[in-house]
């Protein structure tokens, strides 16, 4: 779900139905045993149950329709590095391009996940440091 999420974000969950979901809100749900957090597109009904219909931020095609069964809860805050914020229903121009690039370029998102690695480890190991040292 980059760049709307990433590694180390810590999420909260608010179980609801189907119904609940607004257009463009993230959802957790499970499907074949993984666990998946994509953006809702639209909604769909489909022999009287009401499927939501989602896409990673990445992504270029959407997923199979999400049963009633297989939804777990829409993502209502996201905790990265000491702030907390609700994730945004729509991503500015600015975040739809680079989610572009990083769904069309394998290469680039390597480069920056890695670099997101690098910054974040480093700052989890000085504070893990401080704290032994404490």
């Known amino acids: 779900m980059l760049p709307t999420l990433w ?5 909260t ?4 139905s189907p119904e609940q979901v607004e257009r463009g809100e993230l ?3 499970m499907r074949h045993g993984r666990f998946f957090i994509h953006r809702v597109t639209r909604r769909n009904f ?5 499927c939501l219909i989602t896409r990673g931020d990445c ?8 049963r009633r ?3 777990l809860g829409k993502v209502t ?19 739809e391009l680079v989610a572009y690039m990083l769904g069309h370029s394998s290469l680039l998102r390597q480069v ?23």
């Open 7 to 11: 590694p180390g974000d810590v999420l």
């Open 13 to 16: 969950i608010r179980a609801l």
């Open 27 to 29: 959802v957790l749900y």
């Open 46 to 50: 489909m022999l009287e149950e009401t």
């Open 59 to 66: 992504m270029s095609e959407d997923d199979p329709p999400v």
């Open 69 to 71: 069964g297989e939804l």
């Open 77 to 95: 805050e996201v905790e990265r590095v000491g702030s907390v914020f609700r994730p945004a229903r729509r991503l500015p121009l600015s975040r």
């Open 112 to 134: 920056v996940l890695r670099l997101w690695n690098y910054f974040h480890t480093s700052e989890a190991q000085a504070d893990a440091t401080f704290v032994r040292a404490a």
